[in-house]
């Protein structure tokens, strides 16, 4: 059921400690933790603690936590101090365009030039 945590899901078990990550932020709702493989400087990836699988499910499913992402996006932009020179927030949707964690989850990126339009 939408929102219900997910055996077979990374990031769930990151939410719940039984995968390791750096955590940098975490709300009531959000978890933030830096990507693995990060793609710039400043690579963090905000995820909703409750399961959804796309950006586009969570804020059909749950608005108001879709809502909660963006603003914790905002909040990490500005603690890493990526906020005053730019930084882009991507939501990966579907195989075709990346996507490889089927649980939401906002990229925060920056701390370096970034191209537009991305590849
Ligand atoms: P996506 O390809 O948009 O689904 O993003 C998934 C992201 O999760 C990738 O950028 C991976 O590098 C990252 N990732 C995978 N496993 C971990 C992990 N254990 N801790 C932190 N980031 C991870
Ligand atoms: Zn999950």
Not at 9 to 35: M, N, Q, S, Y
Request: aromatic letters at 6%; a negative charge.
């Amino acid at each position: 059921m939408a929102g219900e945590p997910q055996s077979d899901c990374l990031f769930c078990k990151i939410v719940v400690g039984d995968v390791p990550a750096t955590i940098v932020r975490e709300t009531a709702t959000t978890v933030a933790f830096r990507d693995i493989n990060p793609q710039a400087p400043t690579h963090v990836l905000v995820i909703p603690k409750a399961h959804h699988t796309d950006a586009a499910a969570l804020a059909t499913e749950a608005p108001e936590l879709a809502a909660d992402v963006l603003r914790a996006a905002g909040e990490v932009a500005a603690q890493e101090k990526i906020d005053e020179a730019g930084y882009r927030v991507v939501f990966n949707t579907g195989a075709g365009a990346g996507q490889t964690v089927f649980h939401a989850h906002a990229h925060v990126l920056g701390g370096r030039g970034l191209e537009w339009p991305p590849g």
